[in-house]
């Protein structure tokens, strides 16, 4: 079965500041890829999705990620961090299928950004 | 596009009562909604799959007779809390997939927060 780590529970940046957060899966080929953000009390916005194609993914709000098959990896970035990025980010992956396939998520990082 | 309502967003119950959430898609069909648990600081736990006209698929450990789920439309699926206990106190959210569209795309509802005392 898939999995998926998000190896940092909790970030803090200044606003201004570059954001890399980490994701990596565990799988035998190359699942869906995608990043959620979820702000507290919301639900889940995907801001970018992977399916296959160019490893440089463009999502919403600014928000870029790249694949990396080598290392298994998903990194979410942005360049320049808004206090309005303060969110839970979640990674997920989900089994490549001609039917609705089941999405694991990672266990997410808390982004606090200062000013 | 692409709009999931959940109704209720909050809801608190005694102990012992059944809570309804209902999850609507409210642009589109989806022929399969997943409805997942997601306890504070936590990440999303997948509970079930449905399917639009079938029986639910629950995940291992979810009691299918304690969250009952009714698919009964393609644009709303139902989980129904049965004699709930405040240890069922989470946050439900439900994602619908598209019948036409993208492969693999789930857009989610707001969630509902469900307290029993």
């Known amino acids: 079965a898939q999995s998926v780590t998000q190896p940092d529970i909790h970030i803090t940046v200044s606003e201004g500041a570059s954001l890399e957060l980490r994701c990596n899966y565990s799988y035998g080929a190359t699942p869906y890829l995608f990043w959620y953000v979820q702000s507290p009390g919301q639900g889940l916005q995907l801001l970018l999705k992977?399916?296959?194609?160019?490893?440089l993914v463009q999502g919403i709000k600014g928000f870029e990620a790249e694949f990396k098959r080598s290392q298994s990896s998903f990194n979410l970035r942005k360049p320049s961090v808004h206090w309005s990025d303060a969110a839970e980010y979640f990674c997920?992956?989900?089994?490549?299928?001609?039917?609705?396939?089941?999405?694991?998520f990672g266990t997410g990082t808390r982004l606090q950004v200062t000013l | 596009g692409a709009v999931v309502s959940q109704h209720p967003s909050w809801v608190i119950c005694k102990s012992g009562t059944s809570v309804k959430i209902e999850c609507r898609s409210l642009d589109f069909q989806a022929t399969t909604m997943f409805w997942y648990r997601q306890f504070p600081k936590q990440s999303l736990m997948l509970m079930a799959t449905s399917n639009e006209g079938s029986k639910a698929t629950y995940e291992q450990g979810v009691e299918k007779d304690k969250f009952l789920i009714n698919h009964a439309s393609l644009t709303l699926s139902t989980l129904t809390v049965t004699s709930a206990h405040p240890e069922d106190s989470s946050f439900y959210i439900c994602?619908?997939?598209?019948?036409?569209?993208?492969?693999?795309?789930?857009?989610f509802g707001p969630g509902t927060r469900l307290t029993v005392l």
């Open positions: 997920a992956v989900a089994i490549p299928s001609g039917t609705a396939s089941k999405l694991t």
């Open positions: 992977y399916f296959s194609g160019d490893t």
């Open positions: 994602s619908a997939r598209p019948r036409e569209g993208g492969r693999n795309e789930q857009f």
